[in-house]
């Protein structure tokens, strides 16, 4: 079946630091975001790219549809950067989105 | 608060209990999801609305029941649940199925 995979599943970093999270995905994908899950469970959009490059602050995205992967960069890293990075996809023009399992991220002051 | 409210916020019920979960988006979206995220697993889709008609069944138990009376609300009827349904359960919306999904801040349900 269509897979999302995500890497690393965990990182650690100190306060300051760069760090790049990836997503492959198994199939040509309709849509892509990319979500923060903070402690308190609320899902917070970063970034709607089926393709392209996106930036917000210290925060980018890139998404290469033809190779099929998507990666977020985190730019120096703050402690409210912790927490749990979802990438998200539709494929074949559905409404299903399937998550990747997640990235979980602490960054230590 | 605006964007996607859900509430209860924290739930506690019993196997034996009847109980609904609301949420209510405010962006004029025309789709509606439901999600349910265990521990240690993806969030799986349950639940989607397109214009109040729904257009996705994800294999989801007949003891959760989807209702979307408008296209800004969605409720989810709980009954006879079992200790394993316990999960954060997740409301969103879009424009459509091309478009950016907003999230609401989800209800946590225990089912002793």
Redesign the interface.
């Known amino acids: 079946g269509i897979q999302?995979e995500q890497s690393p599943p965990d990182l650690i970093l100190q306060e300051g630091a760069n760090s790049t999270l990836r997503c492959n995905f198994s199939d040509s994908v309709?849509?892509l975001?990319w979500?923060h899950q903070n402690p308190?469970?609320?899902?917070?959009?970063l970034f709607?790219i089926p393709s392209g490059t996106k930036q917000n602050g210290r925060l980018s995205a890139t998404t290469v549809a033809t190779e099929r992967y998507s990666l977020l960069y985190i730019s120096s890293s703050q402690t409210t950067d912790s927490g749990v990075y979802?990438c998200?996809a539709?494929f074949s023009?559905?409404?299903?989105?399937?998550?990747?399992?997640?990235t979980r991220l602490k960054v230590l002051a | 608060e605006t964007g996607v409210t859900q509430t209860p916020r924290h739930l506690v019920m019993g196997m034996t209990n009847k109980k609904s979960l609301k949420c209510e988006q405010h962006l004029g979206h025309n789709?509606m999801?439901w999600y349910k995220?265990s521990a240690k697993?993806?969030?799986?889709?349950m639940f989607?609305y397109?214009l109040e008609e729904r257009?996705?069944n994800?294999s989801v138990p007949s003891r959760f029941s989807p209702e979307c009376p408008n296209s800004s609300h969605l409720f989810l009827h709980l009954h006879t649940l079992q200790p394993e349904d316990s999960a954060?359960y997740?409301c969103?919306s879009s424009q459509g199925?091309?478009?950016?999904?907003?999230?609401g801040?989800?209800t946590?349900l225990t089912v002793l």
Do not use: C, H, M
Request: hydrophobic share 35%; glycine share 10%; proline share 4%.
């Open positions: 999302v309709n849509n975001q979500f308190w469970g609320q899902l917070i959009n709607y979802f998200a539709t023009g559905t409404y299903k989105y399937i998550f990747g399992t997640g | 789709a999801y995220q697993k993806p969030l799986e889709l989607v397109s257009v996705e994800n954060l997740l969103a199925n091309t478009d950016t999904q907003y999230f801040p989800g946590r």
